[in-house]
């Protein structure tokens, strides 16, 4: 191997590589164990089995074998057994998932039988409206109006969504043979830090807080869902990644079982129930366990490195039986999602788990430059553990290198970054550039420098639509209709009034749950007398219970909540834009149930209406994203920048001492070199300065790889003008 950029020796090695290297001795076995099964599109066994699948006489109406490369139709066509496919970037993993979902079905697979388990439900409705483009767009009109016309209409019947989608509709099925009750009401994440924060202010633990503050709400339900994700108790959470609030452990323990028996007391249900649940009922109800693996012979997972222990599990209990054919797709090099829970072993150790298991690459690009691709492939090569993968591509052009540069400081780096758009911009429209940066504040220098241009961007992220506090306010009298035992979404209303606090709210809480669940206690003289909009209150919620339709139920509730906005929020005109898109989603739904669920389980990333105006044809759609690394999985742009790679920030500073969050901060870099398709840049200041420390090393991930990889770009500045110059 050629030179490497920069000396590597000065770059700390993480402390605790020792204690794990049984872990990595065993993650290694079994990626050589599914090597050893793997298969490829290449041998004379599979050109042969090939023919067979797709014979003339079969009657498909796709042909699979010149619309897709050999290793994909090879993971389109094996539809028996357990099989990995390892797709890399950009190597077309949703098109190989579509025509195997037609190539099922043209094989007469009933669809009922098919279960698409993925990560968004956008995901899983582009698969299935792909294939039945796909299907329907092969027959002529006289065919369409025969026999196959039902075989694409069918595709409705295949069980597709995300994982929590999913289960939460398998407990409301089968809510009898489980013995639960199917009213339940959905706690997002910040209701799940609600209910921790009343039941704390409720039962008035004896916490000691003169050594050190009590946790907040944010920290405890973080505590309570890794917890229960990684499988890790919480005493030894806390004291591996939570040292300083060690001295609470026993009231922390104490409180995430008063909030699981407050839970179960209330019919509700937080994110991580929905998944635990059903895995426990699998566990213990070999009807309902049977019932699935009847029920779903044929499985597909998207993003499988993304999986956490309990979905993990949940797979293993349907697919257990030898008969049930089980694909899952992913690729190891872009698993980042720990913080979520996400737990990277699970792809490694398919081999384990399926011994008989099968593994298929996908490795051909179909998004970068080979000179791009290049670059990515070297930082595969640097990734500790995973599936051997070179990715390749037929372009026959080459294209540019990455280019890497250093800027004196944050206010240069930003400034170079604008001047490579501009110079960009007769060959690109802005919306084909994106600035991908560590940390959300990683990008505060480019964003002004970006607006001094009068350059547009959008930045991904923000607060989520159905995190906005007026939006919450509006669902919690939705959840209280359909689940008046919903103690949280009671208390989030009742103190939006003045004269009513935390101790009024619960006694009035706990006198409609004692009166069967009646609204008649907001009219009684005892709380009446604390406020005066309890009474209308109670006219409200008794109009709205007895609307026919979702939407009228939004418009009697926002009849009644506008008149209190204004009261709270001085931006109250501009939040009443997003109830427009409250009552559109509301007149997608024919029931509360569904509404909610499809709100807690598959949110609107983004306040639609701040975009609502915006023609689609308009060039205000033409836009330069800046966004973080995280929230760029899955897309791409012709021109990216990553910037702020300076070791510390990339990787971040407290992921340095730890091998398997080092490993992870690889493969983020990995992920954001990889949504490049022609041209990327890579950006660092001199030096980078807080509280946590000064960091003037450039990244590891850009020093560790050799130097004919990527070009250097040294920038000068003129002495009249603070705009560089490049040589």
Same mark, same amino acid.
């Given at each position: 191997?050629?030179?490497?950029?920069?000396?590597?020796?000065?770059?700390?090695?993480?402390?605790?590589?020792?204690?794990?290297?049984?872990?990595?001795?065993?993650?290694?076995?079994?990626?050589?164990?599914?090597?050893?099964?793997?298969?490829?599109?290449?041998?004379?066994?599979?050109?042969?089995?090939?023919?067979?699948?797709?014979?003339?006489?079969?009657?498909?109406?796709?042909?699979?074998?010149?619309?897709?490369?050999?290793?994909?139709?090879?993971?389109?066509?094996?539809?028996?057994?357990?099989?990995?496919?390892?797709?890399?970037?950009? %190597?077309?993993?949703?098109?190989?998932?579509?025509?195997?979902?037609?190539?099922?079905?043209?094989?007469?697979?009933?669809?009922?039988?098919?279960?698409?388990?993925?990560?968004?439900?956008?995901?899983?409705?582009?698969?299935?409206?792909?294939?039945?483009?796909?299907?329907?767009?092969?027959?002529?009109?006289?065919?369409?109006?025969?026999?196959?016309?039902?075989?694409?209409?069918?595709?409705?019947?295949?069980?597709?969504?995300?994982?929590?989608?999913?289960?939460?509709?398998?407990?409301?099925?089968?809510?009898?043979?489980?013995?639960?009750?199917?009213?339940?009401?959905? !706690?997002?994440?910040?209701?799940?830090?609600?209910?921790?924060?009343?039941?704390?202010?409720?039962?008035?633990?004896?916490?000691?807080?003169?050594?050190?503050?009590?946790?907040?709400?944010?920290?405890?339900?973080?505590?309570?869902?890794?917890?229960?994700?990684?499988?890790?108790?919480?005493?030894?959470?806390?004291?591996?990644?939570?040292?300083?609030?060690?001295?609470?452990?026993?009231?922390?323990?104490?409180?995430?079982?008063?909030?699981?028996?407050?839970?179960?007391?209330?019919?509700?249900?937080?994110?991580?129930?929905?998944? %635990?649940?059903?895995? %426990?009922?699998?566990?213990?109800?070999?009807?309902?366990?049977?019932?699935?693996?009847?029920?779903?012979?044929?499985?597909?997972?998207?993003?499988?490195?993304?999986?956490?222990?309990?979905?993990?599990?949940?797979?293993?209990?349907?697919?257990?039986?030898?008969?049930?054919?089980?694909?899952?797709?992913?690729?190891?090099?872009? %698993?980042?999602?720990?913080?979520?829970?996400?737990?990277?072993?699970?792809?490694?150790?398919?081999?384990?788990?399926?011994?008989?298991?099968?593994?298929?690459?996908?490795?051909?690009?179909?998004?970068?430059?080979?000179?791009?691709?290049?670059?990515?492939?070297?930082?595969?090569?640097?990734?500790?553990?995973?599936?051997?993968?070179?990715?390749?591509?037929?372009?026959?052009?080459?294209?540019?290198?990455?280019?890497?540069?250093?800027?004196?400081?944050?206010?240069?780096?930003?400034?170079?970054?604008?001047?490579?758009?501009?110079?960009?911009?007769? #060959?690109?429209?802005?919306?084909?550039?994106?600035?991908?940066?560590?940390?959300?504040?990683?990008?505060?220098?480019?964003?002004?420098?970006?607006?001094?241009?009068?350059?547009?961007?959008?930045?991904?992220?923000?607060?989520?639509?159905?995190?906005?506090?007026?939006?919450?306010?509006?669902?919690?009298?939705?959840?209280?209709?359909?689940?008046?035992?919903?103690?949280?979404?009671?208390?989030?209303? !009742?103190?939006?009034?003045?004269?009513?606090?935390?101790?009024?709210?619960?006694?009035?809480?706990?006198?409609?749950?004692?009166?069967?669940?009646?609204?008649?206690?907001?009219?009684?003289?005892?709380?009446?007398?604390?406020?005066?909009?309890?009474?209308?209150?109670?006219?409200? !919620?008794?109009?709205?219970?007895?609307?026919?339709?979702?939407?009228?139920?939004?418009? #009697?509730?926002?009849?009644?909540?506008?008149?209190?906005?204004?009261?709270?929020?001085? &931006?109250?005109?501009?939040?009443?834009?997003?109830?427009?898109?409250?009552?559109?989603?509301?007149?997608?739904?024919?029931?509360?149930? &569904?509404?909610?669920?499809?709100?807690? !389980?598959?949110?609107?990333?983004?306040?639609?209406?701040?975009?609502? &105006?915006?023609?689609?044809?308009?060039?205000?759609?033409?836009?330069?994203?800046?966004?973080?690394?995280?929230?760029?999985?899955?897309?791409?742009?012709?021109?990216?920048?990553? &910037?702020?790679?300076?070791?510390?920030?990339?990787?971040?500073?407290?992921?340095?001492?730890?091998? *398997?969050?080092?490993?992870?901060?690889?493969?983020?870099?990995?992920?954001?070199?990889?949504?490049?398709?022609?041209?990327?840049?890579?950006?660092?200041?001199?030096?980078?300065?807080?509280?946590?420390?000064?960091?003037?090393?450039?990244?590891?991930?850009?020093?560790?790889?050799?130097?004919?990889?990527? *070009?250097?770009?040294?920038?000068?500045?003129?002495?009249?003008?603070?705009?560089?110059?490049?040589?």
């Amino acid at each position: 191997m050629s030179a490497t950029l920069f000396d590597t020796q000065n770059y700390q090695y993480p402390q605790n590589f020792a204690d794990i290297k049984p872990k990595l001795a065993r993650l290694e076995q079994a990626i050589e164990k599914l090597e050893a099964n793997l298969i490829d599109a290449d041998a004379d066994m599979n050109k042969k089995l090939f023919e067979q699948r797709l014979r003339h006489d079969l009657g498909l109406q796709v042909d699979y074998a010149s619309e897709l490369n050999p290793n994909q139709l090879l993971a389109a066509t094996t539809i028996d057994g357990k099989v990995l496919v390892i797709a890399g970037a950009g %190597s077309g993993k949703t098109k190989t998932l579509t025509y195997r979902t037609s190539y099922l079905l043209e094989n007469g697979i009933a669809p009922k039988q098919i279960l698409l388990l993925t990560f968004t439900r956008k995901s899983a409705n582009e698969i299935k409206s792909r294939a039945k483009t796909l299907l329907a767009s092969r027959l002529s009109d006289d065919e369409l109006s025969e026999d196959v016309l039902p075989t694409t209409k069918t595709l409705n019947d295949i069980t597709s969504g995300t994982f929590h989608s999913f289960c939460n509709r398998l407990l409301r099925q089968y809510s009898g043979l489980l013995g639960i009750n199917p009213r339940f009401t959905i !706690l997002d994440t910040a209701d799940s830090e609600d209910a921790i924060d009343l039941i704390f202010k409720e039962k008035k633990y004896p916490v000691q807080t003169k050594k050190q503050a009590f946790p907040r709400k944010k920290t405890l339900q973080n505590i309570f869902s890794t917890s229960r994700n990684r499988r890790i108790h919480i005493r030894e959470l806390i004291e591996t990644n939570y040292p300083d609030i060690a001295i609470h452990i026993p009231i922390i323990e104490q409180l995430a079982l008063d909030f699981h028996t407050y839970k179960r007391a209330n019919h509700l249900y937080d994110f991580d129930d929905i998944i %635990s649940q059903v895995v %426990s009922h699998l566990k213990t109800n070999s009807k309902f366990r049977a019932l699935l693996q009847e029920n779903y012979r044929y499985i597909m997972v998207d993003e499988y490195q993304d999986t956490n222990i309990p979905q993990k599990q949940l797979i293993d209990l349907i697919a257990a039986p030898a008969s049930v054919s089980l694909m899952v797709v992913g690729d190891d090099n872009q %698993s980042i999602y720990a913080f979520r829970g996400a737990n990277y072993e699970n792809i490694l150790l398919f081999g384990e788990t399926y011994p008989e298991a099968q593994l298929i690459k996908l490795e051909q690009n179909y998004r970068s430059t080979p000179a791009v691709l290049d670059y990515i492939n070297g930082l595969s090569e640097q990734i500790t553990l995973g599936y051997q993968k070179q990715l390749y591509s037929n372009m026959a052009i080459a294209g540019q290198k990455p280019i890497f540069s250093r800027l004196s400081d944050e206010t240069r780096e930003a400034k170079y970054i604008a001047n490579k758009i501009v110079e960009h911009k007769p #060959d690109y429209d802005y919306k084909d550039f994106a600035i991908l940066c560590r940390t959300s504040f990683g990008s505060n220098y480019v964003q002004l420098e970006l607006m001094e241009r009068h350059i547009p961007f959008i930045v991904v992220g923000g607060i989520k639509f159905v995190e906005r506090r007026h939006i919450k306010d509006v669902l919690a009298f939705v959840k209280i209709l359909y689940n008046p035992n919903d103690a949280i979404a009671w208390h989030r209303i !009742l103190t939006l009034f003045r004269g009513v606090g935390g101790v009024t709210a619960t006694k009035l809480t706990q006198a409609i749950n004692t009166d069967n669940n009646s609204f008649e206690p907001l009219r009684a003289k005892a709380f009446t007398k604390k406020s005066a909009q309890l009474e209308p209150l109670y006219t409200v !919620l008794t109009k709205a219970s007895q609307a026919e339709s979702v939407e009228t139920v939004i418009e #009697d509730i926002l009849e009644f909540y506008i008149p209190l906005l204004k009261t709270i929020e001085e &931006n109250w005109r501009e939040r009443s834009e997003d109830f427009r898109v409250l009552k559109n989603l509301a007149n997608e739904h024919n029931s509360l149930d &569904n509404f909610l669920e499809n709100l807690a !389980l598959d949110p609107p990333n983004d306040s639609i209406a701040a975009t609502d &105006n915006v023609n689609k044809d308009s060039d205000d759609k033409d836009k330069v994203t800046i966004s973080t690394i995280h929230s760029s999985k899955g897309l791409e742009w012709p021109v990216v920048f990553v &910037n702020s790679l300076v070791d510390g920030m990339t990787p971040h500073h407290r992921s340095i001492d730890d091998f *398997e969050e080092l490993e992870e901060e690889r493969k983020l870099f990995y992920v954001a070199c990889s949504r490049a398709k022609t041209r990327l840049y890579l950006t660092a200041p001199d030096y980078f300065a807080s509280y946590s420390g000064y960091f003037d090393k450039p990244s590891r991930f850009i020093a560790e790889l050799s130097a004919d990889k990527v *070009e250097i770009e040294i920038a000068k500045l003129h002495k009249e003008s603070s705009d560089p110059v490049w040589w």
